[in-house]
């Protein structure tokens, strides 16, 4: 389902991103002015998270967890106890 | 609940349409919203203070829930004193995006209750900048897309010859 189908259903008028860093910028942006394209109503609204959570991403919390790193400054208790069975570490 | 105040803070030396446009946006999102301009003494402005605050009250009049407020020094004091929580700021391009950071982290060093929201203005509004504006009414160029009729009189008195 489209992100803009999704929200049309369930009622909401405003998508939330984080901003963390001048790379995410040129895509966000792009995705922001394409979906008020395809809904002129629907607001994207960015957050800049807490300074020392910047450098943070998913793929390169996986990419540590993946060859054995230490995540749990960077994940939940639970998420990295998935990270660690999908890796099988 | 206590009301969803946002303040969009800026010099707008002038508003713009691309000012016009967050503002518009944040009207959906909010009970209320301000409009602060900032009264900078160190920075020589093309309006007085007061000359934005008319301009802008003018163009808020038909916008229910918006009012124009001046400000000197911090914005997190400014803020606290209009029980707001919510800093809008506009990115218009990559440009804006280094200095724009470093202000959201900073005030929220200062005040952490306080959170900076980053909204997009229309896509053909993104080139629009208060000192691109005046550049171009200084050389007597056509601004009438890009600023109000009101504004486009105004820097036209300034600029007259």
């Not at chain 1, 939330?16 to 995410?24: K, Y």
């Not at chain 1, 998270?49 to 919390?61: R, V």
């Not at chain 2, 409009?35 to 916008?63: C, P, Q, T, W, Y």
């Not at chain 2, 200095?99 to 982290?105: H, I, K, R, V």
Request: charged fraction near 25%.
């Amino acid at each position: 389902m489209s992100l803009t189908r999704l929200l049309r259903r369930a009622g909401a008028s405003v998508i939330v991103r984080g901003l963390r860093a001048v790379s995410d910028f040129e895509y966000e942006f792009q995705m922001a002015l394409m979906n008020r394209t395809l809904a002129p109503r629907l607001e994207t609204v960015f957050l800049v998270p807490a300074f020392d959570l910047t450098y943070l991403s998913s793929s390169l919390g996986r990419e540590v967890a993946r060859f054995g790193g230490d995540v749990s400054q960077l994940v939940q208790p639970a998420v990295q106890q998935a990270l660690r069975r999908k890796f099988g570490r | 609940m206590s009301a969803r105040v946002a303040v969009y803070a800026g010099s707008f030396d002038p508003i713009h349409n691309g000012h016009l446009d967050i503002i518009d946006r944040c009207r959906p999102l909010f009970d209320k919203v301000i409009v602060a301009v900032l009264h900078n003494e160190a920075k020589s402005a093309l309006f007085s203070s007061e000359e934005r605050v008319a301009m802008i009250g003018e163009l808020l009049a038909d916008r229910p829930g918006c009012r124009v407020v001046s400000f000197s020094g911090l914005l997190v004091d400014f803020m606290a004193r209009m029980r707001a929580r919510t800093v809008i700021r506009g990115l218009r391009a990559v440009s804006d995006f280094e200095y724009e950071f470093q202000m959201a982290l900073m005030n929220r060093n200062l005040a952490p209750k306080i959170e900076t929201v980053f909204l997009v203005p229309a896509f053909d509004l993104t080139f629009v900048s208060s000192s691109l504006v005046r550049e171009v009414a200084r050389y007597g160029g056509e601004v009438g897309e890009l600023v109000h009729p009101a504004v486009a009189a105004a820097l036209r008195r300034h600029y007259a010859p």
